[in-house]
């Protein structure tokens, strides 16, 4: 009954570039272009893209959420006035052939989505 999940971080379309925001935060992300810059043809991404993701090979959310959380709360006054030039947005992903686990969102990520202005979205995919 393995699940596979993360959280992950993303800042989109924000006026401040990708490489900036991984200089002012000091963050390495997992994912950081430009608009356009994966597919200029298609213009994706269609805004400038900047993400960071849990790696931690676990069953347990607060696991994915400790993971990252120490990172994150550091840079937190930086992001909360680059996310004001775009959005912010916490993604839990989960990824299950059987049961769906249960989510227990911790008070530490909470706050942390609040005072950046993030919203938080669960993702339940099921295969």
Known sequence: MRSDMKICFRLFGTTISPQEITKLTSIVPTTSLLEGERNA???LPRKNLW????TVDSDIFEDHWDSLKETLVKSKEVIR????TGSAT???VIDSS???PSITIPP???A???YVNADIDIDHLQS
């Open 41 to 43: 043809a298609l213009n």
């Open 112 to 114: 942390f989505a609040a």
């Open 81 to 84: 006035e680059i996310s004001k």
């Open 98 to 100: 059987h049961r769906l």
């Open 90 to 92: 916490l993604s839990i």
């Open 108 to 110: 530490s990520m909470s």
């Open 51 to 54: 993400t960071v993701e849990s």
